[in-house]
């Protein structure tokens, strides 16, 4: 069964600063990988979709990558804004499987 | 294009009451989704339409969670009764077709259900 975590809950970071968020998955047999933004009260945002047999995807100041063999992902922001804050959510899509299954998300905070 | 809706956006009920989700999928998506998603969590996919027929329903508490999509383009999820774990934010989600091109899912903005 396909477990996904994401490390860490929270972070709390000054504006401008670059940031690493980080997703772990259980079984590498994935057909893609997705990140998520969440506002509070507001649903899920689609930012990048990497497929299983891309390295990373780009997408303004954020970058997401992927290590299929040692199930990992990083979401990397450039040049953070208070815009930013939100949660960040990973999702992975199993081989062979139509459903996603989500991290519980970091929730990230930029201080003017 | 107007994006997924979801109604109604707040829900308030007593424990061992019934409630009613409803979702209108963007014009044209075929797939449908209802997501469970507790305070701190993850979502967690309850059921997946194909048009009006279940694809997944492996995650749903049927005995007391139902959902149907009945002409394959909005949909209703009922909790009959209640109980205090289900206080959670339930997306609806919907995507084109179920896989390759036009598999992207767009989320509604959520029904927030508090049972107390």
């Known amino acids: 069964k396909q477990e996904v975590t994401q490390i860490p809950a929270a972070l709390s970071v000054p504006e401008g600063e670059n940031l690493v968020l980080n997703c772990s998955f259980t079984d590498s047999a994935i057909y893609n990988l997705q990140w998520f933004r969440q506002d509070p009260g507001k649903g899920l945002t689609s930012l990048l979709l990497i497929q299983s047999s891309q390295r990373e995807q780009t997408s303004g100041r954020l970058n997401a990558s992927l290590d299929k063999s040692s199930g990992r992902s990083t979401l990397y922001i450039a040049a953070s804004q208070p815009g930013d804050s939100a949660t960040y959510l990973c999702a992975v899509r199993d081989q062979g499987a139509q459903k996603l299954v989500f991290g519980q998300g970091t929730r990230l905070t930029i201080n003017p | ?116």
């Not at chain 2, 989700?21 to 305070?39: D, K, V």
């Not at chain 2, 749903?60 to 999509?69: M, T």
């Open chain 2, 1 to 116: 294009e107007a994006g997924v809706a979801q109604s109604p956006r707040y829900k308030i009920i007593e424990k061992r009451q019934s409630v009613a989700f409803w979702c209108n999928p963007i014009s044209g998506h075929a797939t449908l989704y209802w997501y469970q998603q507790i305070l701190g969590q993850g979502p967690k996919l309850l059921i997946q339409f194909q048009n009006n027929g279940v694809v997944d329903d492996s995650q749903l508490p049927k005995d007391r969670f139902s959902a149907e999509r009945l002409k394959g383009v909005d949909s209703t999820l009922k909790i009959q009764p209640a109980k205090l774990e289900d206080s959670a934010v339930y997306l609806c989600a919907s995507s084109l077709r179920a896989s390759g091109g036009g598999y992207t899912q767009y989320f509604g903005p959520g029904t927030r259900l508090t049972v107390l």
